[in-house]
């Protein structure tokens, strides 16, 4: 197939072969959703794939300003930026329509990055990038071809996902399955903006101080954001996406979630958010320990795991650093 070469480039790839997921269940048609920015350099050493997360899309500009863009540590005078939207989304990879999709997993989510790399004739990936779930997806790629990436950085992710964060999403998925569908979605996101923010984050921008009774900053907050979501995002794919990424596991395969982080030959930048309370920084730790070539960082953030998006600068001094 011809290659994609410009400047900036959204489009969908269209294939014809049917997708065999991990549980045996198939899909007959699939399409991927996918955003490039710059030039593939004349050796093919400058591709930088960028993972994103839950409820994001294939254009990293848009949800990651600061890191990636035009003067940014990422950029397209430098680097040829993929990113592929994930299977399962609403924003035009495929995604389910109703509850008869089936169970998806990151592992899924990696074999439609294959065959996009292939497309695109992508034999070494210089840099891996992505958080929380898009982590989930970088580390099970470097697993699984553990010579294909020459760097990754996974932020404020996990290497198998927690009862802990499971809870928390079968909580919000509980809220879809009872809750009227135009409310549901709205009651998910507020659930789920509790572990994405910490108690600190919401007593520095939603503390009221004038000894008001009811209408707090902080319900309000909470109505906004589950209506934001409802207004970009479906019902069905938040549900089919939080099964996914309780699905995450990278041992599944390989005897031990150990033993598959020791498979990966990459140089890996690991790091994580200390207020994070949905991936906490001792899981960042058990991946950075288990990679050969690996370091651990800690970013300082009041934002909790949001902190990966949030603090650009920040991490713009780690990654500037490490390629």
């Known amino acids: ?29 699939l399409s991927i959703r996918y955003t490039t920015y710059g030039k593939l350099n004349s050796t093919r050493t400058n591709v930088v794939w960028v993972f994103h997360a839950l409820t994001a899309n294939s ?4 949800w990651w300003p600061g890191v990636v863009g035009e003067g940014e540590v990422i950029n397209p005078d430098e680097h040829f930026i993929v990113c592929a939207n994930m299977l399962g989304s609403c924003y035009g990879t495929t995604g389910p329509k109703n509850s008869k999709f089936p169970l998806v997993t990151i ?5 439609v990055h294959k065959i996009l790399r ?26 699984q071809e553990p010579e294909l ?19 928390f999403n079968e909580a919000q998925r509980m809220a879809l399955e009872n809750i009227d569908p135009s409310k549901g979605l709205e009651t998910a996101r507020a659930i789920a903006m509790l572990s994405y923010r910490s108690y600190d984050t919401y007593g520095k921008s939603q503390l009221d ?30 549900y089919t996406l939080s099964k996914a990424m ?33 991936f906490p920084v001792h899981e960042q730790k058990f991946i950075a320990d288990h990679i050969e070539k690996s370091e651990l960082k800690i970013i300082d953030s009041d934002y909790g795991h949001d902190g990966f998006l949030i603090e650009a600068e920040r991490l713009t001094t780690l990654l500037k650093e490490f390629i």
């Open 1 to 29: 197939m011809e290659i994609v070469k410009t400047e900036q480039n959204t489009t969908t790839l269209h294939t014809n072969a049917p997708l065999v997921l991990e549980n045996g269940e198939i899909l007959d048609d």
């Open 59 to 62: 254009d990293p500009i848009e």
């Open 107 to 111: 592992a899924d989510m990696v074999t």
């Open 118 to 143: 292939k497309h695109l004739g992508i034999n070494k990936i210089h840099l891996g990038i992505g958080g929380s779930m898009g982590g989930q997806q970088l580390l099970e790629w470097a697993v």
């Open 149 to 167: 990436f020459e760097k990754i950085v996974p932020l404020a992710t996990n290497a198998l996902h927690s009862p802990w964060g499971i809870a």
């Open 209 to 238: 101080v004038d000894q008001r009774w009811d209408h707090f900053s902080a319900s309000s907050y909470q109505r906004y954001q589950g209506e934001k979501l409802r207004k970009r995002f479906t019902l069905e794919s938040y």
């Open 246 to 278: 309780d699905s995450h596991h990278l041992g599944r395969h390989y005897g031990s979630a150990e033993a598959a982080l020791k498979r990966i030959k990459s140089e890996a930048l690991v790091i994580g958010i200390n207020s994070d309370i949905l």
